[in-house]
């Protein structure tokens, strides 16, 4: 199957909550899809791809989620959030190439949420940016201070490790971490991203 739009408005419901089980019929309501015919087609061909797990619960309740503690897996949800991040109308993309220059390691994941991830952003919404990374995460963030202070819009920056991220969302209390998984965009480290999220899930993480 060529990979089109309307592939991907069905793909990308599996990542939206990817702790969560979909029938077809949820699948259907969020991809906005109307061809009954090519969303059994395109969940058909994630299955055989080996992308999304089958679950059957009885001869008429079948349901989806993604698969993501395989490093395929990883590399293709990781890949269409990228994606799907980059192809977002109206979002300050330079801001985002401008901080990824100065980010002082490649082992980065780099997200947005917030409003600008939820798309309610107004002309006086600062641009919450999220960096993943195992480097010192207080040179990153010296790195970057004044970049985020004169940037526009003005970045509100957080820089955490990926062990710090896993135990937010290992937490039982609600914290940044969760909100973050919750609403985001990926631009960089997709992959990264979905290997800490497969761990989370694993130990009772469920948004």
């Not at 994630?46 to 993604?66: D, G, V």
């Not at 082992?107 to 949420?113: E, H, I």
């Not at 991203?193 to 993480?205: D, P, R, T, V």
Request: with cysteine.
């Amino acid at each position: 199957m060529v990979k089109t739009k309307k592939s991907y408005a069905i793909e990308r419901v599996f990542i939206r909550e990817p702790w969560e089980n979909l029938t077809y019929l949820k699948v259907q309501k969020l991809s906005k899809s109307k061809s009954k015919s090519y969303i059994y087609s395109v969940i058909n061909r994630l299955k055989e791809e080996k992308k999304i797990n089958q679950i059957i619960i009885s001869k008429r309740a079948i349901m989806y989620n993604p698969v993501l503690d395989s490093l395929q897996a990883q590399n293709y949800w990781g890949f269409l959030a990228e994606y799907l991040a980059w192809n977002k109308n109206k979002f300050p993309f330079q801001v985002i190439e401008n901080l990824r220059k100065k980010i002082p390691t490649p082992f980065f994941t780099l997200l947005v949420t917030g409003s600008y991830a939820k798309g309610t952003q107004n002309s006086k919404s600062d641009l919450d940016v999220v960096i993943l990374s195992d480097e010192d995460s207080k040179l990153i963030y010296s790195e970057l201070k004044y970049e985020c202070e004169t940037s526009i819009p003005k970045v509100h920056l957080y820089v955490f490790t990926k062990e710090e991220f896993f135990k937010m969302l290992f937490s039982k209390k609600e914290n940044y971490g969760k909100e973050i998984a919750r609403n985001n965009l990926i631009f960089f480290g997709g992959a990264s991203y979905y290997s800490i999220l497969s761990e989370a899930i694993k130990n009772g993480f469920k948004g």
